[in-house]
């Protein structure tokens, strides 16, 4: 049994795997980490090995305390990833990013891949069919955009998902034409992104005729329903990418 920990810049998805097989799923604030470790652990006392890929400032002796109790395993820069890396920076590339990467390699074998994470932020990751990591792009997520609106203005309200729309009617569209400023914001920041989703994929398309969309973050189901193009949307992509690039190594070693 493995626990896989993404561990994000405001939230902590911790998961439980039996193989391949997702058991159980944990959401919380990074300030509740070592609470919610000890629960965690202590429900599933039979787990060997935690995974952890950090984008945040958390200080790894968090999980390093927990050591007397389960193998704790850092994916860092120096792991064997299944992919050639060709970002000119390297060493600036989120592990998130590389874990993406290395789950889309694995799980969808010599094919053209673009990974979709829209979370915080919105990633775009690109890894041809010759297992080569080209780059992408990072824009603000939807979350961003909201906040930003309302912190660099003197007037615009904080919006937020909530007030967009209920989970029980999630396949609403937003209305183009807002006549409210409320309706306005939304349109700009929810239609904006699914056209700044659409025009990336378009772009890729021109010189990648083939390829596979894997739509992945908090934000993925959402997004979903309101793209037109055929996509992986798969909320759990990361981790679930997180437990397989582990595997692969132990399968290799």
């Known amino acids: 049994m493995l626990l896989a920990a ?8 911790v998961a439980v795997f039996e193989g391949n097989t997702l058991i159980e799923q944990f959401n919380f604030m990074n300030s509740q980490l070592r609470n919610e470790l000890i629960f965690i652990l202590n429900k599933y006392n039979l787990a060997t090995k935690l995974v952890v890929a950090s984008v945040s400032n958390i200080d790894n002796d968090v999980f390093i305390e927990f050591e007397n109790r389960i193998n704790v395993i850092f994916i860092t820069y120096n ?36 990974v979709i994470d ?9 890894i041809d069919d010759d297992d080569t990591y080209l780059g992408g792009a990072i824009s603000p997520g939807i979350r961003l955009r909201f906040e930003s609106l309302h912190n660099y203005t003197a007037k615009l309200p904080l919006l937020k998902m909530e007030s967009i729309i209920d989970h029980d009617s999630i396949k609403e569209e937003i209305p183009f034409i807002g006549n409210s400023t409320i309706q306005s914001i939304n349109s700009g920041v929810i239609n904006g992104v699914v056209n700044e989703i659409e025009g990336f994929i378009s772009q890729y398309d021109v010189d990648y005729p083939k390829f596979i969309i894997i739509l992945t973050g908090g ?16 909320s759990n992509f990361l981790l679930e990418s997180l437990n397989q690039t582990f595997q692969h190594k132990i399968n290799n070693d």
């Open 6 to 13: 993404d561990i994000g810049n405001t939230r902590i998805k």
């Open 79 to 114: 792991f064997p990833f299944s992919f050639q890396n060709n970002y000119s920076t390297p060493d600036t590339l989120g592990i998130d990013r590389m874990v993406l990467a290395n789950g889309a390699v694995l799980k969808y074998p010599s094919q053209n891949r673009l």
């Open 118 to 126: 829209a979370g915080t932020c919105i990633t775009y990751d690109f």
């Open 219 to 234: 934000d993925a189901e959402f997004l979903a329903k309101r793209l037109k193009n055929t996509i992986f949307a798969n």
